[in-house]
């Protein structure tokens, strides 16, 4: 059972174009929703994370969006740059968990 | 500070051989994990430890075996590997105690098995 959907799989945007990544979960208990963005032959790094008590947070080019009742959130790029080429996941996790739930990847390509 | 560190980096074993993978924090965090990520899966959590000498199985336990005997140290042993282990190996570690919150990831150790 798949706690953590996330779409699109694959992602192609032009520089300085939105890029725009949804995930959605199941897991009412989830109160900690983390985006990670991995390079080629990296580990995954965190690059912005929400709690649901805010409906959005913004830190820089990155903006998360919340929606608790429909149980998405979602991450906009601004201005996409071709060094955001990347693959992004979003996870879920909970205060009386003990694990981050991760989506499947999307990868994203800017193209110049 | 070194942050999350891994050994190997890359690793080829035949079916049948087992070894262990290193992992090694300087941050003083509880938590530590190990995650295996294969195409169009994500990350799926093998073993955790919320601190030294407490450990508890994930979603993809069967083949691993781990131990905590340090905060700073958590390896992960395979006991007799098997082509379907083929994989990228993440550890992480939290500040967060108690908890999976902010994990922050290694490098990674590319495994295959022949």
């Known amino acids: 059972q798949q706690q953590v959907k996330q779409s699109p799989q694959s992602l192609i945007v032009q520089k300085g174009g939105i890029s725009i990544i949804n995930c959605a979960y199941e897991?009412?208990?989830?109160?900690?929703f983390p985006w990670y963005q991995q390079f080629p032959g990296k580990g995954p790094a965190l690059l912005i994370a929400?709690?649901?008590?805010?409906s959005e947070k913004k830190e820089g080019r990155f903006t998360i969006s919340f929606n608790k009742s429909a149980k998405q959130f979602s991450l906009h790029i601004m201005d996409s740059q071709p060094g955001d080429s990347a693959t992004y996941f979003c996870?879920?996790?909970?205060?009386?968990?003990?694990?981050?739930?991760f989506g499947k990847g999307t990868t994203l390509s800017v193209s110049s | 500070n070194a942050g999350v560190t891994q050994t190997p980096k890359f690793q080829v074993l035949k079916t049948g051989q087992s070894m262990t993978l290193q992992c090694a924090q300087d941050?003083?965090?509880?938590?530590m994990s190990w995650y295996r990520q294969d195409p169009g899966m994500g990350l799926r959590l093998i073993h955790y430890?919320?601190?030294?000498?407490?450990?508890d199985q994930g979603e993809v336990p069967n083949g691993y075996n781990v131990s905590r005997s340090t905060t700073e140290d958590f390896p992960l042993r395979l006991l007799s590997a098997a082509p379907s282990q083929t994989s990228v190996y993440f550890c992480?570690?939290?500040?967060?105690?108690?908890?999976?919150?902010?994990?922050?990831f290694g490098p990674g150790t590319r495994l295959t098995v022949t």
């Open positions: 941050m003083n965090h509880e938590y």
């Open positions: 430890s919320v601190g030294a000498g407490i450990t």
């Open positions: 929400i709690r649901p008590d805010v």
């Open positions: 992480a570690s939290s500040p967060t105690s108690g908890s999976s919150y902010e994990q922050y």
């Open positions: 996870a879920a996790s909970s205060q009386a968990g003990t694990a981050l739930i």
């Open positions: 897991n009412t208990a989830f109160d900690y």
